[in-house]
């Protein structure tokens, strides 16, 4: 399978390459032929239907920049029909009025996780996920990302020490749990959440050796991109699950 996508995009790059090669050695043969008015311009004209086929063609064709798979253009400015990664915001840049602070679990600060929790529920994108209650937020550290006084996106954990029946690392290593990390959907896909994990862990690196979560989402390509290639997390262990047919029995 890996080959196969390898030799695509390969293949697409290659393609495209020689279209404008033939594009531009056209044109310049036409200008140096322009005098033999016929020839000159029958081979200009060529010259520009490659180049507008060359951009057709890389319109019509892409991949998706998370996962890797083929798309067309039914897909653009739409979601990866394989991955359900955000394709028309994914080169926004973060915005310039967005800020990051750790915060107390003060009252207003509460009410707002805790809605948009409710929000992230409604999403069904993690499997099991249920809208917060005040003891799932109690007795962790609050980051919020905020644009302007609007919170935006969350980040709470919390720290604790490797016990003896932890596999992943050594007995007694002090670790922050990250116990969800959210951005309201209208800012996704600008860096935010990006952000707002490395604010988190400089502020927690004098206290603790790693930074662990787990996740549950549905979409498993997207966030094991988001976390590994772009927050450089590592992957150590994994629960995986297979239904035997008597799911609901």
């Not at 290659?14 to 322009?34: E, Y």
């Not at 509460?110 to 799932?136: A, P, Q, T």
Request: glycine share 8%; net charge negative; aromatic share 12%.
């Amino acid at each position: 399978m890996c080959m196969k996508k390898i030799t695509y995009k390969k293949s697409r790059r290659i393609t495209f390459g020689l279209m404008f090669l033939a594009c531009a050695l056209l044109i310049f043969g036409g200008a140096l032929r322009f005098q033999v008015r016929s020839t000159g311009h029958w081979l200009i004209g060529a010259g520009f239907l490659v180049l507008i086929a060359a951009m057709i063609f890389d319109w019509t064709f892409s991949v998706c920049p998370v996962c890797g798979e083929y798309l067309d253009i039914r897909t653009r400015g739409d979601y990866c029909p394989h991955c359900g990664a955000k394709l028309s915001d994914a080169k926004e840049p973060l915005p310039g009025d967005v800020t990051f602070e750790e915060t107390a679990l003060y009252d207003d600060v509460l009410c707002e996780l805790i809605d948009m929790s409710e929000d992230w529920e409604k999403e069904d994108s993690c499997r099991g996920y249920r809208k917060n209650e005040v003891s799932d937020i109690e007795g962790n550290r609050i980051f919020l990302a905020k644009k302007g006084e609007e919170t935006v996106g969350y980040l709470f954990g919390h720290t604790e020490e490797a016990k003896k029946s932890s596999s992943v690392m050594p007995d007694g290593t002090p670790y922050f749990e990250v116990e969800e990390l959210y951005v309201r959907p209208s800012f996704r896909s600008r860096g935010i959440g990006k952000a707002l994990f490395l604010f988190a862990k400089e502020a927690v690196s004098s206290e603790v050796s790693w930074i662990m979560l787990s996740t549950a989402t549905k979409n498993w390509k997207a966030i094991m991109h988001f976390y590994i290639e772009e927050l450089g997390m590592e992957f150590w262990n994994a629960r995986l699950f297979c239904g035997t047919g008597k799911e609901d029995g």
